[in-house]
């Protein structure tokens, strides 16, 4: 693995990917992020919330609860990535099978 060298002796490490303002930057010729921490977030809120609510709530609050607990998560820091049409397809994936989870159980 390639090392960078500071002045200072501080070392900074080459890598594939890096978090920044919850954000994670892959190394790409082009600004790229990764929408795989985010989403993997989004399911284990989305988990929690199924967990602890079960089949007591209705639909109107579980979906409330999604939208106000979950939806963030997947939408943190996007404002700030032009995302692609692959990004757009994999995002409307997560929401729409949790919305499915939501409906149908």
């Known amino acids: 693995m390639a090392r960078l060298w500071l002045s200072a002796g501080t ?5 594939n990917e890096m978090r920044y303002l919850g954000l994670f930057i ?7 992020c990764s929408l795989e921490h985010a ?5 284990r809120t989305a988990n929690a919330v199924f967990s602890k609510i079960g089949r007591i709530a209705s639909e109107e609050v579980t979906l ?16 700030a990535y032009p995302l692609t049409k692959s990004d757009l397809q994999s995002l409307d994936l997560s929401l729409t099978g949790s919305l499915y989870e939501t409906l149908h159980n």
């Not at 070392?11 to 890598?15: K, R």
């Not at 892959?26 to 790229?32: A, G, L, M, N, T």
């Open 11 to 15: 070392v900074i490490s080459w890598v």
């Open 26 to 32: 892959e190394r790409s010729c082009k600004f790229k």
């Open 39 to 43: 989403e993997k977030s989004f399911y």
């Open 64 to 79: 409330q609860l999604i939208k106000s607990k979950c939806l963030p998560v997947l939408s943190c820091g996007l404002e």
